[in-house]
């Protein structure tokens, strides 16, 4: 059984960055697909960045393109999510979540994935 805890949100001003990190245990974490969405107060959990089990490929959610970036390294049982220019909107609770194997299309929805950490709060203040 595969758990996944991440790390390192907070509280950051507009423009500020922070990075997320998600350490994976008890599975064989190089064989999978990894994700991460986030759910503000009151809203659905949304798609925010996918990565490919070896991160030659990537994917992210329009809102954070260009801001955000996904990676890992498998050595370590890791994937981080560099959050930079952060907005107010990107104030949500951030998990990291491993996708089903084989992935399934697409990869930016909740049934893609099969385990999920306990999220981290990340709120940027305007």
């Known amino acids: 059984q595969v758990q996944l805890v991440e790390s390192g949100g907070g509280l950051v001003q507009a423009g500020g960055s922070l990075r997320l990190s998600c350490a994976a245990s008890?599975?064989?974490?190089?064989?999978?697909?990894m994700g991460w969405f986030r759910q503000a107060p009151g809203k659905e959990r949304d798609f925010v960045a996918f990565?490919?089990?070896?991160?030659?490929?990537?994917y992210y959610a329009d809102s954070v393109k260009g801001r955000f970036t996904i990676s890992r390294e498998n050595a370590k049982n890791t994937v981080t999510l560099q959050m930079n220019s952060l907005k107010p909107e990107d104030t949500a609770l951030y998990y990291c979540a491993r996708a089903k194997f084989p992935p399934t299309q697409p990869v930016g929805v909740m049934s893609a994935y099969d385990s999920w950490g306990q999220g981290t709060q990340v709120t940027v203040s305007s």
């Open positions: 008890g599975g064989a974490f190089s064989r999978y697909a």
């Open positions: 990565i490919n089990w070896n991160g030659g490929s990537t």
